[in-house]
Nanobody
Framework: QAQLVESGGGLVQAGGSLRLTCAAS????????MGWFRQAPGKEREFAAS????????YYTDSVKGRFTISRDNAKNTVYLQMNSVKPEDTAVYYC??????????????????????WGQGTQVTVSS
């Protein structure tokens, strides 16, 4: 059974940094594209960032470009989201997702939540102003 476990959330002041970690188990991690999504209170879940199985391709939503960096360590079955210059509007529950067995040529779909077949339980990020 595949499992994704997020960690690293917490309370941070605006302008600060935070690094989220997602540890994966039970899936074919190396080829699996991974994504980070977030859901703020009262809002729908939205895409934040994604990374291809090889780590050579990434996507970011416009609001986090230049501030967030997604990366992965396939030897550790782990994906990261480095969050810099955080803003109060970044406050949300952040979810890690995996598209296990997804072919690389479909990576363009990684901005869509329905493309993923495994999800973590989420980690809360709160940015104070």
């Amino acid at each position: 059974q595949a499992q994704l476990v997020e960690s690293g959330g917490g309370l941070v002041q605006a302008g600060g940094s935070l690094r989220l970690t997602c540890a994966a188990s039970g899936l074919t991690f190396a080829p699996a594209p991974m994504g980070w999504f977030r859901q703020a209170p009262g809002k729908e879940r939205e895409f934040a960032a994604s990374i291809s199985g090889s780590g050579t391709s990434t996507y970011y939503t416009d609001s986090v470009k230049g501030r967030f960096t997604i990366s992965r360590d396939n030897a550790k079955n782990t994906v990261y989201l480095q969050m810099n210059s955080v803003k109060p509007e970044d406050t949300a529950v952040y979810y890690c997702a995996a598209a296990d067995l997804a072919p690389p040529y479909l990576f363009f779909r990684s901005r869509t939540g329905e493309w993923y077949n495994y999800w973590g339980q989420g980690t809360q990020v709160t940015v104070s102003s």
